[in-house]
């Protein structure tokens, strides 16, 4: 492979006063280059006309030094191409050994606190069954590109410059539309912040609400990154358990009462999938109303209920502003897109807003304007639509191959909402060895019991449906279920 370019960006430079002639040093520096790695193998060097003005030399020293490097194999000549990075230098090993090791370092405790955070690469398996992942269709693919294209086509000054940290205007707008049809969200636009997702919107909001040791009540099992984002921000997260109504209210006020602020996630709750019912929105209300504290919703999945009637978001039962509604495009179009939002109590706007300039300045503008035409345009309500429905194929295929197969031995709850459905195993066996069993066979699952707290863990498997075809689903459901008949019977 040949690297165009980086050399010309390398920082050459001459010592005028120095004793060592010009050719040395121009050898010096290309040898230092490609010893160091900061030229690699491959790199395409400057023609010895143009290295020669660069330095402001004589073509003939650069000559003299290239003769020398060719010589002893650090760079190579290709007839009619110019002079390269040699592409083997094998020979100069015994060279590079003499090189000084980097000195170990201590590493910082709060460095130290980051390495158990799940990495991004675990989402990136496309493995069934993988959660996260999201299907497009052919007509939002080309729709999509035609956008884009379009939006290239119009780039301009306002395009290429800073803007607004909260987003752009047009697509604040569209979101404030859709939330406030789809969901009942309460809100202007002006109250509407772009984030890159809904883990940067309760990142911020984080920052905005809490000081180090404000209690916080968090579910139990839960989100992991919400509860290590409270850890890192020096909050005490407080698991509050949840039964089949979602968070226990009650509960909370018993082991937290002087709790800051409650993270929860009522529509589809993480992970088990159940639905705050009604009785516990409002107490949730009514608790945060009498005590002073905010709730964060993170409504992460809300586009797509399957069955019954939507459920209103929490926020469109608040009359005190004390909600916090985060929302993600992620998930209803695809994680690479990089695009949620905050719907944000007015009180709290101005410091949101600058937390959010002083974290990352601002969205990006190409895509903001890509996503506001999508919408704006009709295409976002239809894609839900059409995903939806493909979803639903695509859960009722699973949950039908899993009860077929291996009704005995797990219970597989079918969830009216979401991306991913929970298969209970029956007898209690170990969920995480059936995870690492999985792993090994080439599926992926999640062992739920790593989600819970101080709660008794209850044993199932996390599966995502939404990112794979049916015809990939029937035969990987099969699969695990004699996989999971094995590992019970071990």
């Known amino acids: ?128 069954f993988n959660t996260g992942r999201t299907l497009i269709d052919a007509r939002t693919a080309e729709t999509w590109r035609s956008l884009t294209h379009r939006a290239v086509r119009r780039l301009g000054a306002n395009d290429l410059g800073y803007t607004d940290p909260a987003g752009l ?78 968070l226990v209210v009650d509960a909370g006020m018993r082991m937290a009462p002087r709790a800051r602020v409650a993270f929860v996630t009522p529509s589809h709750q993480f992970p088990t999938g159940v639905a705050l019912s009604m009785a516990r929105r409002l107490e949730l209300l009514a608790w945060a109303r009498q005590s002073g504290a905010f709730i964060v919703e993170d409504d992460y999945t809300s586009e797509f209920r399957y069955s019954g009637p939507p459920l209103a978001s929490l926020q469109g039962l608040d009359n005190t502003e004390q909600v916090i509604y985060v929302g993600t495009l992620n998930k209803a179009l695809f994680p690479g897109l990089r695009i949620g ?78 991306m991913h459905l929970v298969a209970y195993l029956r007898d209690g066996s170990s969920d995480i060895a059936v995870e690492a069993s999985a792993q090994r066979a080439g599926i992926v699952v999640r062992a739920i019991s790593r989600f819970y707290r101080t709660a008794h863990p209850r044993a199932g498997l996390m599966l995502g449906f939404s990112g794979f075809p049916r015809q990939s689903i029937v035969p990987s459901a099969a699969r695990l279920a004699t996989l999971v008949a094995k590992c019970v019977r071990a």
């Open 1 to 128: 492979m040949t690297l165009r370019g980086w050399a010309d960006l390398y920082a050459w430079q001459l010592d005028r006063a120095s004793r060592t002639p010009l050719t040395r040093q121009i050898y010096i520096q290309v040898r230092s280059a490609v010893l160091s790695g900061a030229l690699r193998p491959g790199t395409r060097m400057l023609s010895s006309r143009a290295m020669a003005s660069k330095l402001g030399v004589a073509r003939a020293s650069v000559v003299l030094a290239y003769e020398h490097l060719l010589a002893e194999g650090y760079v190579e000549s290709r007839h009619g191409s110019g002079t390269f990075i040699a592409g083997d230098l094998t020979g100069l090993a015994s060279r590079r050994r003499g090189a000084p090791r980097a000195t170990k370092r201590a590493v910082p405790t709060s460095a130290q606190t980051f390495s158990d955070f799940e990495r991004s690469a675990v989402q990136s398996d496309a493995r069934p």
């Open 169 to 246: 205007a047009e697509l604040r707008e569209n979101i404030c539309d859709y939330v406030r049809a789809a969901r009942a969200v309460r809100c202007d636009p002006e109250q509407i912040v772009i984030t890159a997702g809904t883990q940067q919107a309760i990142d911020i909001a984080i920052r905005v609400l809490l000081a180090p040791g404000d209690e916080v009540w968090v579910e139990d099992p839960g989100y992991p990154l919400t509860h290590a984002q409270l850890l890192l921000a020096k909050a005490r997260p407080h698991p509050i358990p949840v039964d089949a109504q979602g």
């Open 341 to 418: 939002y905050a719907v944000v109590p007015r009180a709290l706007l101005q410091a949101f807003v600058g937390a959010r300039y002083l974290i990352d300045r601002q969205p990006a503008t190409l895509q903001q304007a890509v996503v506001s035409e999508f919408m704006q345009q009709g295409h976002f309500a239809a894609h839900i639509r059409r995903m939806r429905q493909l979803y639903r194929e695509q859960r009722d295929a699973l949950a039908e191959t899993l009860m077929r197969r291996a009704a005995d031995r797990l219970d597989v709850a079918v969830p009216d909402q979401g």
